[in-house]
């Protein structure tokens, strides 16, 4: 596609409940972050993806979090047991290929957890 | 751990004025550093600056990279109401790396 698209825009959802996040990454990109961005704060590290595996995961917060890519294009951010404090923009990202840092972002998922 | 710090938090200016967004870091290997324009939800890439190219211009945009006092500057000039967002800072260090490190933006705000 001509950007990175993120679905869905909104997320309303209550506590304890399961969410899923769907990104679509710009086509031929290999690399795939997840970010997260609070109120007033810059975006925070996730998770970043080369091809289908993880390469580094060292951003997810707590083992409630989880993200695949099993065929190394789209990428689904899976949260268990959702807590308010889940709540913020989640926002994804891809680039081209590894060391490339130009990453361009998609629009987002705010989520909220009521 | 990366650090990544943006002054001033916000900022307030009239049309037509010239504005300077500050940045700067501690990372570890430092490999290159971003700037990003956010005006509603998603990141837009300005320009990215390394050891190998630390002076970038675009139309009024300009940002220059000092790795001496390891910081950055964006320059703004004649500045328009489009320019209304929040300008991000990010950094990229280690090898193998490819995380962002943002700072937590500066608010700009351009007064008809």
């Known amino acids: 596609g001509a950007g990175v698209s993120q679905t869905p825009s909104n997320k309303v959802t209550e506590k304890g409940k399961y969410v899923e996040l769907r990104c679509d990454p710009i086509?031929?990109?290999?690399?795939l972050y997840w970010y997260r961005q609070s109120l007033g704060q810059g975006p925070e590290f996730l998770i970043y993806?080369?091809?289908?595996?993880?390469?580094?995961d060292s951003g997810l917060p707590n083992d409630r979090f989880f993200a695949v890519r099993p065929e190394g294009s789209v990428s689904t951010l899976k949260i268990q047991r959702t807590e308010r404090g889940d709540s913020a923009v989640y926002l994804c990202?891809?680039?081209?290929?590894?060391?490339?840092?130009?990453?361009?972002f998609g629009q987002g998922t705010r989520l909220t957890v009521v | 751990e990366d650090k990544v710090v943006q002054s001033p938090l916000s900022l307030v200016v009239h049309e037509g004025d010239t504005v300077t967004l500050n940045c700067s870091y501690e990372?570890?290997?430092?490999?290159?550093l971003l700037w990003y324009k956010q005006e509603k939800k998603a990141p837009t890439f300005l320009f990215m600056l390394?050891?190998?190219?630390i002076e970038k211009k675009s139309g009024r945009l300009s940002s220059i990279l000092d790795k001496k006092e390891l910081s950055s500057i964006l320059n703004i000039t004649a500045t328009q109401t489009g320019d209304s967002a929040i300008y991000l800072c990010?950094?990229?260090?280690?090898?193998?790396?490819?995380?962002?490190?943002f700072g937590t933006g500066t608010r700009l705000t351009i007064i008809p």
């Open positions: 990202a891809s680039s081209r290929r590894p060391g490339t840092t130009e990453a361009f």
């Open positions: 086509s031929g990109h290999t690399a």
């Open positions: 993806f080369q091809g289908t595996g993880a390469a580094d």
């Open positions: 990372v570890t290997n430092f490999r290159s």
């Open positions: 390394t050891s190998s190219g």
């Open positions: 990010a950094v990229v260090g280690g090898f193998g790396n490819e995380k962002l490190t």
